[in-house]
């Protein structure tokens, strides 16, 4: 079946700390891969996005390159905020869409 | 451009009820989705609508159902409300068929006592 899994959290780290936030996919087909993030007591915003392999989606500082290769999909931030703390979900979805496949979902926590 | 909109945003219910959640779409939005999120199960999909019609099912009971309407907008029924039912609903609306963006409502957290 069509699955994602990510790094177990907490992760915590001082701001201006380097992210990294593994997360790897098994899909059959050619999923499009997905980072959202979840702050307290809100829903789900997206934060970027890839279709196809070796695409790069990058929004405020944070990045992602679909590995096909490899079936990953890790977030990384050269620089973290407080205010990135929050959860982080790796999803996919599939050709027939609009069903997202979501990992487990990463507490980060920064510290000033 | 307004966002997804869920009401209401919180909701409590006893046991063997039934409740009803509602999602208004992005204007111009024909998809909406359905995702339960639990701390012991995390985000899981429930069904899917396009055009009033079902095209996707999760692996839930037959408990919950939903529909849409012609405006798109859409509800979603649980009946006989279980403990377990406890939960936030999200609902995600998109533009149309297939790796579409998903944009997300607030959600509406559902306590079953």
């Known amino acids: 079946g069509n699955s994602v899994t990510q790094m177990e959290g907490p992760v915590t780290l001082s701001e201006e700390a380097f992210l990294t936030i593994n997360c790897t996919y098994t899909?059959?087909?050619?999923?499009?891969l997905f980072w959202y993030v979840q702050y307290p007591g809100e829903g789900l915003q997206l934060l970027l996005k890839?279709?196809?392999?070796?695409d790069k989606g990058s929004n405020k500082g944070f990045e992602a390159t679909y590995r096909k290769e490899t079936t990953s999909f890790h977030l990384e931030k050269g620089s973290v905020q407080v205010s990135d703390s929050a959860v982080y979900f790796c999803?996919?979805?599939?050709?027939?869409?609009?069903?997202?496949?979501f990992g487990a979902g990463t507490i980060l926590r920064v510290k000033s | 451009k307004a966002g997804v909109t869920q009401t209401p945003r919180y909701l409590i219910k006893t046991r063997g009820q039934q409740v009803t959640l509602s999602c208004s779409p992005i204007?111009?939005?024909?998809?909406v989705s359905w995702y339960q999120q639990t701390p012991g199960q995390g985000l899981q999909f429930l069904f899917e609508?396009?055009?009033?019609?079902q095209r996707n099912k999760g692996n839930f009971p037959g408990r919950f159902s939903g529909r849409q309407f012609s405006n798109s907008r859409s509800e979603m029924n649980v009946s006989t409300l279980e403990l377990g039912d406890s939960a936030l609903y999200l609902c995600?609306?998109?533009w149309g068929q297939g790796k579409n963006i998903q944009y997300f409502g607030a959600g509406t957290r559902l306590s079953v006592l």
């Open positions: 995600a609306s998109s």
């Open positions: 899909a059959t087909g050619y999923p499009s």
């Open positions: 890839a279709t196809k392999a070796d």
């Open positions: 999803a996919l979805d599939l050709e027939y869409g609009n069903k997202l496949v």
């Open positions: 204007s111009g939005h024909r998809s």
């Open positions: 609508y396009f055009s009033e019609t």
